[in-house]
């Protein structure tokens, strides 16, 4: 009731704001307001903006029409000065819609936002090579749900209907009338049609859960809830927390354990299977370090775990700190190389599937071309990579990963510490020599660790020769859970290396693979 009274006295962004800074930790909170909230000339506050905020999806949306976005994700902009935008691109017969929220001061898909002071979303098209492409920016809260496209929207301006029945005269007057009766009819429609839909979607909105998509994502009232620094604050400030209920435990690391859940409808039954990672009190710096990875708008792509909100939660057992992702039923990529011999085809999928997320992921661009911070994961192993429906991979557990800042320095590089897994550990890695002076060197260990892996799948492929049961790399040589030390006697010592069967070598493709 409190929370009713509240909104319906204070300003949406009041609400927003109060609710936000009472529920970050004290320790984080300074830093949080220096980032959300900037003061203007005239000593007013501004805060962030409201926007719709979905990845490219596909819509039905016409461009010779107005529509909504049937976006069901509202996200808080992470700077004060940043706007929302859409973009619409039309590829052959396929319609994709683009909700975001952006820095005006930066490009986007190469063009400059230069609507991005209008209230409205209208959108213009732009010059782009095999598509047609529409974008628009714009500057009230939720203003990229509205998608006006500019010949309907300067068809309807009451300016042009001005010069209109200047131009045609009097002789005009009758059929410009019968214009006129239906874009008013037109307009009423439209406006007894939102009011019906405004009720039950502030009435929804007051609960803990809006809708829950198929592609998993999350709608809250004041929670950016999909992944990123652009697209989401990544952590629930709603005072009332998602109404989830946990089912059945489904991994266990040092630093937290992943449970099944069942993230449920609030007008029904009915709910979506999701996954929750549960981290306890005293790992809120793991918890930190894995959402602000997650937290990067441009870190979003297919082979990555989609990253739904970030929670923290009061139990009986202390506070938890949560973070809810995508579940995956086929489970870690070790699990499933156990359970199952794979094809040529399901090695092929893997295999260039796990590539690709690991190149996005230390890529410094994002595949249009918008500039990203290249991360590395240092923790990569089968037991940290999903296996999706589809069988291909995705990268999960970032609690270890470093995001290759150029404001770092060697000496902060130099703390960054030995970290990962000893098994899959590279051999600079294990001997502590790294090379801090080129980031580079630090993306080589990944790769290392990526080879490892692709040794693992390659061992369970029934394409050529005998399959043996699972083993991870190393197999026996090692003990189950190898220290460093166990590693660098194996690998550095003994120049010990997974072992490669002959026959292996005897398949085309393989035989390249495995060339020196």
Not at 65 to 81: A, D, F, G, Q
Not at 234 to 243: A, R
Not at 261 to 275: C, D, I, P, R, Y
Not at 338 to 355: A, F, M
């Amino acid at each position: 009731m409190g929370r009713g009274l509240l909104r319906g006295l204070w300003p949406l962004h009041i609400v927003l704001w109060t609710r936000i800074a009472s529920t970050i930790p004290p320790h984080v909170q300074k830093s949080v307001n220096n980032d959300m909230m900037v003061t203007e000339n005239n000593g007013a506050v501004k805060l962030p903006q409201l926007c719709k905020f979905c990845d490219v999806r596909s819509s039905t949306c016409d461009n010779q029409k107005s529509c909504m976005s049937n976006c069901s994700i509202t996200s808080i902009c992470e700077k004060p000065h940043e706007v929302c935008v859409a973009v619409w691109r039309k590829n052959d017969e396929n319609i994709t819609l683009e909700t975001v929220c952006h820095d005006p001061k930066l490009t986007y898909h190469g063009f400059i936002l230069e609507d991005a002071a209008s209230p409205k979303c209208i959108m213009k098209e732009k010059k782009v090579l095999g598509e047609t492409f529409f974008m628009c920016s714009c500057s009230s809260d939720e203003c990229n749900d509205h998608i006006i496209f500019s010949e309907e929207y300067t068809t309807n301006s009451p300016d042009l209907l001005l010069v209109i029945f200047q131009v045609t005269g009097v002789s005009l007057l009758p059929p410009l009338g019968i214009a006129i009766a239906v874009i008013i009819t037109f307009y009423c429609y439209r406006v007894h049609r939102q009011q019906k839909l405004s009720p039950s979607w502030e009435t929804s909105k007051s609960g803990k859960l809006i809708e829950f998509s198929e592609h998993c994502a999350i709608i809250l009232e004041d929670d950016r809830s999909d992944i990123s620094s652009t697209c989401a604050n990544n952590i629930n400030h709603n005072t009332e927390l998602l109404p989830i209920e946990l089912d059945t435990l489904v991994g266990k690391g040092r630093f937290a354990e992943v449970y099944k859940a069942k993230l449920k409808q609030n007008t029904s039954e009915q709910f979506e299977t999701v996954a929750v990672k549960i981290f306890p009190y005293e790992e809120y710096a793991s918890w930190k370090t894995e959402k602000d990875i997650f937290s990067d708008i441009n870190l979003k792509h297919e082979n990555i775990l989609q990253f739904l909100t970030a929670e923290e939660r009061k139990t009986e057992l202390g506070k938890q700190y949560w973070l809810i992702t995508a579940f995956h039923a086929k489970g870690n990529l070790q699990e499933y190389l156990t359970r199952h011999v794979i094809s040529w085809e399901d090695l092929r999928k893997l295999g260039s599937s796990l590539s690709r997320g690991i190149a996005h992921l230390h890529s410094d661009h994002t595949p249009c071309g918008r500039p990203k911070m290249p991360i590395v994961h240092r923790d990569l192993k089968s037991s940290n990579i999903l296996v999706k429906n589809d069988l291909t991979c995705c990268l999960c557990d970032f609690g270890l990963s470093l995001r290759l800042d150029p404001t770092l320095s060697v000496d902060d590089l130099a703390n960054s510490g030995q970290v990962g897994t000893a098994r899959y550990m590279a051999p600079e890695v294990l001997e502590s020599r790294m090379n801090l002076e080129n980031v580079e060197s630090f993306k080589q260990t990944d790769v290392y660790s990526m080879a490892l892996v692709l040794w693992e799948m390659t061992s369970r492929c029934n394409a050529v020769g005998e399959v043996k049961d699972y083993e991870p790399p190393f197999g026996s040589k090692v003990r189950e859970h190898p220290c460093v030390e166990s590693m660098k006697d194996n690998v550095l010592r003994d120049r010990g290396r997974p072992e490669i069967p002959s026959f292996w070598l005897n398949h085309q493709v393989r035989s390249d693979s495995f060339e020196k």
